[in-house]
């Protein structure tokens, strides 16, 4: 009894359903590298310190657009930074400006404050349903 317990316990633990977002990532310039995309839960860290970091190759890439899914525990509020890691150094390169010398996407399309990153609130978008679709073009310096 004790065994068909604990059994019970873990698949109902372990079979959490999960929930997809598909990202349709536009204005990608190179099929070389990879595409980074980084996930927050809260304004706390973002755009720094991600709560998830997805590296994805360039698989589907056609016409410089690419569609990408990431799947996340529980429902909520989110926000994407997307980057073409042209290089796959894992990082977003930049001058000695600061720069950004690879293209790199907020989700909700969210525009940069200058050489500043949105807000949190610029970003978010909520996950309600088992699959949430967003769209992204990346820009480019």
Same mark, same amino acid.
């Given at each position: ?27 990608? *310039? ?31 890439? *056609?016409?410089? #657009? ?10 909520? @509020?989110? =926000? ?12 977003? @390169? ?13 989700? *909700?399309? =969210?525009?940069? #404050?200058?050489? #500043?990153?949105? =807000?949190? @609130? @610029? ?19």
């Amino acid at each position: 009894m004790i065994h068909f317990l604990f059994a019970l316990i873990l698949t109902t633990f372990t079979n959490q359903p999960k929930y997809a977002i598909q990202i349709t990532v536009d204005n990608i *310039k190179t099929s070389e590298g990879q595409v980074i995309i980084s996930l927050y839960d809260s304004e706390k860290g973002f755009p720094y310190e991600p709560e998830k970091y997805f590296y994805l190759p360039k698989k589907s890439l *056609k016409d410089g #657009r690419a569609v990408f899914t990431i799947e996340i525990d529980k429902p909520g @509020d989110y =926000a994407l930074t997307v980057v073409d890691d042209v290089n796959e150094n894992g990082d977003m @390169d930049k001058n000695f400006v600061g720069v950004p010398k690879e293209g790199f996407a907020f989700s *909700k399309n =969210a525009k940069p #404050r200058g050489l #500043r990153p949105p =807000a949190f @609130d @610029d970003a978010k978008f909520s996950v309600k349903s088992k699959e949430t679709q967003l769209k992204v073009a990346l820009r480019y310096f």
